[in-house]
């Protein structure tokens, strides 16, 4: 059974960068989809960016769109998504989600069958 793990997360100033990792175990990643979401208490989960299963597409939210970057390494069996420029609306607890399926045109995988435990990013001064 795959499991995924994220670390990475942390306080950071507006502007500021952080690198979240997700590591897979049980399973190759090469085989599924990776997306990451993110929550906000009180708020349903929403898609950030997803990796295609090959590696060679990548979709992102327009919330994403020139801030983020989302890649998969399968030599080592990791996922990562780079922030860039974050802002305060930015701050939720991240988490990488995986599924054998495309991804969608938005950043999401059309459901969910494998999902890490988070990180919490804090964009705040």
């Known amino acids: 059974q795959l499991q995924l793990a994220e670390a990475g997360g942390g306080l950071v100033q507006p502007g500021g960068s952080l690198r979240l990792s997700c590591v897979a175990s049980?399973?190759?990643?090469?085989?599924?989809?990776l997306a990451w979401y993110r929550q906000v208490p009180g708020k349903g989960r929403e898609a950030v960016s997803c990796?295609?299963?090959?590696?060679?597409?990548?979709t992102y939210a327009d919330s994403a769109k020139g801030r983020f970057t989302a890649s998969k390494d399968h030599a080592g069996n990791t996922a990562y998504l780079q922030l860039t420029d974050l802002k305060p609306g930015d701050t939720a607890v991240y988490y990488c989600?995986?599924?054998?399926?495309?991804?969608?045109?938005?950043?999401?995988?059309?459901?969910?069958?494998?999902w890490g435990q988070g990180t919490q990013v804090t964009v705040s001064s």
């Open positions: 989600a995986a599924r054998r399926t495309l991804c969608t045109n938005s950043g999401a995988l059309p459901a969910v069958d494998h």
């Open positions: 049980g399973g190759n990643l090469e085989y599924y989809a």
């Open positions: 990796v295609s299963v090959d590696g060679d597409r990548t």
